[in-house]
Each structure stands twice: as structure tokens, then as C-alpha cells.
């Protein structure tokens, strides 16, 4: 087998801690790590925002590639949140990289049948707070009304509410696109050096 197959395996054969964490194979341990992951949130982000310009100028599809980075964005978004909560921080700073903190974020409401709703609120005398005359629903107010119903649990069929969920605001320093580009050469010449080391221990 040639130098190259072999770093090639040893290289797929050791992925790194962002790619496990993006596996379900790991969680983020401490919370200094987290700041590799804001680095690769960030990276991910101008990925997305790339593929959306260039969509604009080209013609394939492009849709899927997004989605997927969409998702990975929401999935170490989670494991922050993961992290977080565990080690009891609301909080944390990462100079020149973000600032990040946790809040609740209020679960969205589906309406999935209108008139129903609109007949349970015609029926409650309150349709007209929520509702322009041609039945089209003021969403704020509606979800504002929905929410003290629910309080009172007379939430009308056609309505569900999705539970509420934690979310992280990321606050990226200017600094972070630079220092997120440096992260990812060094944790690709850290993986190179690794393998090459593997490389020469192994029994030819």
C-alpha cells in the first residue's frame, strides 16, 4: 500500500472532536471546548451564506448543501446548549472569538385547522382583537392570545403549541472569521502530523 493510501486511512480512521460531536459520538465535555465549536458554527455560517450567493449566480441546486450546514449549525448549536446546562453556565466569553448566552426560547405556534380557531374564538368574543376582516390572523396577537388560553386550558382544536426549547445567542467578534480559518488549518496540520506519525510506527 502507498504512503498516501495509508495517511488516507489513518486520516478517515481518526476524525476529530467536531466530527464526533456532529456524529452523536461525543458531547462537549467542558466548556473550553466549546470554543471550537463557535469556531466551526462560525465557519459553517459564511458556508451557508457563500452557497447562497453563489446559488444566485449559478444554476444547480444548491438547496441540499445548505440544508446540510443548516443543520449542523443547529446541531452543535444544541451541544453548547448540551454543555451549558450541564456545567451550570447561562453565560460564557471567548475572546476574539463570541460571546454566547442561554435563554428560553417560546415554542411556535401551528395552526393547523383556521376556521376551527376561528370559530372558538368568534365564540369567546375576541376574534377581532386577532383577526383583520378578511380572517387573515394578526400572528403576534394571535400567539399572544393562543398562550393565555393555553394558560387557562381552553386552547381551540386546530392549534398546537411545541414545546419550549433552549437557544443560544452568538455574538461573533470581527476577529472570529480570521480565527476560525487559522483553527481549521491548525486542526488539519494536527491531524496530518498524527497520521504521518502513525504512519511511521506501523510495520511495513
Avoid at 457563500?50 to 438547496?63: A, I, S, V, Y
Avoid at 381552553?154 to 419550549?164: C, F, I, L, R
Wanted: glycine residues 2%.
Amino acid at each position: 500500500m502507498s504512503y498516501d493510501a495509508v495517511i488516507d486511512e489513518i486520516l478517515q480512521a481518526e476524525p476529530d472532536k467536531i466530527s464526533r460531536i456532529l456524529r452523536g459520538e461525543e458531547e462537549i465535555g467542558d466548556p473550553t471546548e466549546i470554543e471550537d465549536v463557535l469556531l466551526e458554527i462560525n465557519r459553517l455560517e459564511r458556508n451557508v451564506e457563500f452557497f447562497k450567493k453563489l446559488k444566485k449566480r449559478r444554476t444547480e441546486p444548491l438547496d441540499q448543501r445548505i440544508k446540510e450546514s443548516d443543520a449542523q449549525i443547529d446541531q452543535l448549536r444544541a451541544a453548547i446548549i448540551d454543555c451549558m446546562e450541564r456545567t451550570n453556565n447561562s453565560s460564557l466569553d471567548f475572546p476574539e472569538v463570541a460571546k454566547i448566552s442561554c435563554r428560553k426560547k417560546a415554542g411556535s405556534w401551528d395552526i393547523k385547522d383556521e376556521a376551527n380557531v376561528e370559530e372558538h374564538l368568534q365564540e369567546l368574543g375576541v376574534l377581532d382583537d386577532v383577526a383583520t376582516r378578511t380572517l387573515k390572523f394578526d400572528k403576534r396577537k394571535l400567539y399572544k392570545l393562543l398562550n393565555e388560553l393555553l394558560e387557562n386550558n381552553n386552547v381551540p382544536e386546530g392549534a398546537e403549541k411545541s414545546e419550549d426549547s433552549q437557544t443560544v445567542a452568538i455574538s461573533f467578534y470581527e476577529k472570529a472569521e480570521d480565527r476560525a480559518k487559522q483553527d481549521q488549518a491548525e486542526r488539519e496540520a494536527a491531524r496530518w502530523k498524527k497520521a504521518e506519525s502513525n504512519y511511521d510506527s506501523l510495520t511495513i
